[in-house]
């Protein structure tokens, strides 16, 4: 059966909900990173990172949501979570599943992780400044060329809608308004609606 | 035919190369990132990020490294450039990738680009501090346990193999010894070696 190691607040939501539209046989394990278990000698075995979503196979240990998010459609074809067959449209799936990891999710990492990329005070001060900024230019690019509506892939759902919603729960944090983005505004409610967006959460809010 | 947009320096070397190892019917469109080609209307027109690399087909234009990679290699499946009929293999091949855009890439990216994260000299200079210390723990993970040999994904050369070559060719710059990484290092050696590497980094290095 699969397993998915997971913490709060992180970006391992996107997999835990792919994983519950798949209809997916799976469970999952909590980290606390308040209490450092990313860095625990048992964890670091599963994940040498330190870091979450890692999905546990019965070939392997799977990491990165764009990975993990692929091979979920993959391996639950049935579920319709990714064009599989048309080599063009999972490449613009992936396009959007990338550009989520390497740049939106590294423009909102700013804000409390600044200390990967300097040391001194001042610097994380100037990059939690630059937060808004970022994540809302990020947004605007997604909301004017990437987000086709009603879902990111147009009339389909797909891999790339857990995702987006995941980090657009962070932009109140980010002191960005999700109003001023109407298309990916509309998705956020659709999302919330869905029955296994809700399910996951129930258990993300269990203390 | 396929039209890959590049600029010299830039992490569009993995797709120029997976293209050239896939045999792939292709032009290519050199951008000069001095001169700000990349901010021009017309190039946004291409690809709002202004960035590359950008893949121009004839059904529209993709962008993100491993989208194209994964794409090169799922329409050239002759090339064997990736384990395509195997979800968990190419899971692994995907996770390799977006760690190399998610963490390594950007690692590397506080070194010039440390003004997209936030604006004083002072913070610049200290990300800068931090590269060298940052971009050898990514290849030092990537050596213990990311990287099989002689080939990332171990005896198959694949879309993986020219990504890393691109962030390994970034070393020196980063204030990073390869010889620190042995398998990284042979295989940087091998891959320049391979004659489509040797052709498009003569490609790369006409004025």
Redesign the interface.
């Known amino acids: 059966m699969l397993k998915l190691y997971y913490a709060q607040g992180t970006c391992a939501l996107a997999s835990h909900v792919a994983l519950e539209e798949a209809g997916a046989q799976y469970e999952t394990v909590r980290l606390d990173f308040a209490k450092g278990d990313q860095r625990k000698p048992e964890y670091l075995k599963v994940n040498?990172?330190g870091r979450v979503p890692a999905l546990a196979?019965d070939?392997?240990i799977?990491?990165?949501?764009?990975?993990?998010l692929?091979?979920v459609a993959?391996?639950h074809p049935k579920a319709n979570l990714a064009p599989l067959g048309d080599?063009?449209a999972?490449?613009?799936a992936?396009?959007f599943n990338?550009?989520l990891?390497?740049?939106a999710?590294?423009?909102h990492a700013?804000l409390m992780r600044g200390n990967?990329?300097?040391?001194?005070a001042?610097?994380l001060e100037?990059?939690k400044?630059?937060v808004p900024k970022?994540v809302a230019e990020s947004f605007a690019?997604m909301e004017?060329?990437m987000v086709e509506g009603p879902w990111v892939m147009g009339s389909a759902y797909t891999i790339c809608d857990p995702y987006l919603f995941t980090l657009a729960r962070w932009l109140e944090r980010d002191g960005v308004d999700i109003a001023r983005f109407p298309k990916i505004h509309d998705h956020h409610r659709r999302m919330e609606a869905r029955p296994a967006v809700k399910k996951v959460l129930e258990e993300w809010a269990r203390p």
């Open positions: 040498p990172k196979t070939r392997g799977l990491t990165e949501t764009p990975a993990i692929a091979y993959q391996v080599p063009f999972f490449a613009r992936q396009s990338s550009y990891c390497s740049t999710h590294v423009n700013h990967r990329w300097a040391d001194e001042s610097s100037d990059m400044r630059k970022n690019l004017s060329g």
